[in-house]
């Protein structure tokens, strides 16, 4: 059984995180980058640095508890929960305003939306207790259904940047290292290397400014990955181009939610479970057929049976 959830909130994660360990290294002390949580019980801790291997009946997971979230007067998420493993690529359809975005940005932290009730525990801890940028620091990444510019800041720095803010303290990135990695990420993407030098997604085109957020999550390499409508404004070339980067860093130490409208994206992606969102509520989850049913027999049948939220 997993630990419940209050037991997992004393305890302290921290990226990057390596495979669950063996029984036998439960308890056992490591350095912080090897390390997968910190035990509140190692008294006095005898360096921050040191850290005990995780018990391996933890389940690592995006958890999110029973949400309900208002802006204003109006309830927008409704009593809604989700978990979303280590290494699964969970989809979210559903029809426009039901809320996908909105609960993609309460996980990022928008500062809009006020959390009535519930929680978003990832590997255990309560995102809700942080700062956006604290949350991107813990393997928490985002890309946003419309990417804001960031004039005057190079693709470049400003990924150097992030880079760097998620290295242990004292750890220096390397510029080769960093050109290295940046390089090849933006050859897997297709993305031309002029765009180094270019502000962030200042006149951007619509695929571009998609492509760029990969890329961002490329360089990155968080624990889990929220990706709101990266499929939108993207031609069927792009569209395979952005898919084959997110299938590329696919794996065990990454989950993933994608939010779309789009069965097509889904052919490219293959989720392992797909969800539809419905007034703030999950209404209905199932495999990657169930995107093949909504295709073919749009929203209106599953608003028909959508009186009771599910659990998803
Ligand atoms: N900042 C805000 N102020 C007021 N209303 C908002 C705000 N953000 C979202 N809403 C409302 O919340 C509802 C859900 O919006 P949201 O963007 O989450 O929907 P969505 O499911 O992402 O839709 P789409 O598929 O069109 O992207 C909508 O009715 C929207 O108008
Ligand atoms: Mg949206």
């Known amino acids: 059984m997993p630990k419940s959830a209050p037991e997992l909130q004393k305890l ?12 036998s290294d439960v308890g056992k002390a490591y350095s912080r980058s090897a390390c997968v949580r ?13 850290w005990v291997c995780f018990d391996p009946l933890f389940m690592p ?28 690529m969970h989809a979210i359809m559903g029809p426009n305003g039901s809320g996908k975005s909105t609960l993609a940005k309460v996980i990022a932290g928008y500062p809009d939306y006020k959390v009535t009730s519930g929680e978003v525990l990832m590997d255990g801890e309560n995102l809700l207790d ?4 604290e949350r991107a620091r813990r393997g928490l990444f985002m890309a946003f259904q419309y990417p804001s510019e960031v004039p005057g800041v190079t693709i470049a720095n400003f990924l150097r940047a992030a880079v760097q803010s998620r290295l242990p303290e004292g750890e220096e990135l390397e510029a080769t290292d960093y050109y290295a990695k940046l390089y090849e990420k933006m050859d ?33 390499e968080p624990r889990y990955a929220v990706l709101d409508e990266t499929d939108s404004g993207l031609d069927i070339d792009a569209l395979k181009v952005v ?43 199932g495999g990657k057929e169930l995107a093949l049913e909504l295709e073919e027999k749009g929203y209106d049948w599953i608003r028909d049976h959508a009186e009771e939220p599910v659990a998803a």
């Not at 942080?130 to 940028?133: A, G, Q, R, W």
Request: charged letters at 25%; hydrophobic letters at 35%; one cysteine or more.
């Open 12 to 23: 302290r994660v921290h990226p990057p995180l390596p495979e669950p360990c063996a029984k």
């Open 38 to 50: 910190q035990n509140p019980q190692w008294p006095p801790s005898p360096s921050p640095k040191k």
């Open 61 to 88: 997971q995006l958890e999110i508890k029973n949400l309900r979230v208002a802006i204003g007067e109006n309830e927008i998420i409704r009593d809604l929960s989700l978990s979303v493993g280590l290494g699964e």
């Open 130 to 133: 942080f700062e956006p940028d």
């Open 188 to 220: 897997l993407l297709e993305i031309d290397r002029s765009f180094t030098s270019r502000a962030v997604n200042e006149g951007f085109s619509g695929g571009e400014k998609k492509r760029c957020e990969i890329l961002q999550m490329a360089m990155l």
């Open 243 to 285: 898919a084959n980067g997110v299938n590329s860093l696919r794996g065990p130490n990454l989950g993933v939610l994608l939010i779309t409208h789009y069965q097509r994206l889904l052919n490219y992606i293959v989720p392992d479970f797909v969800h539809v969102m419905v007034h703030g509520r999950m209404v209905r989850s």
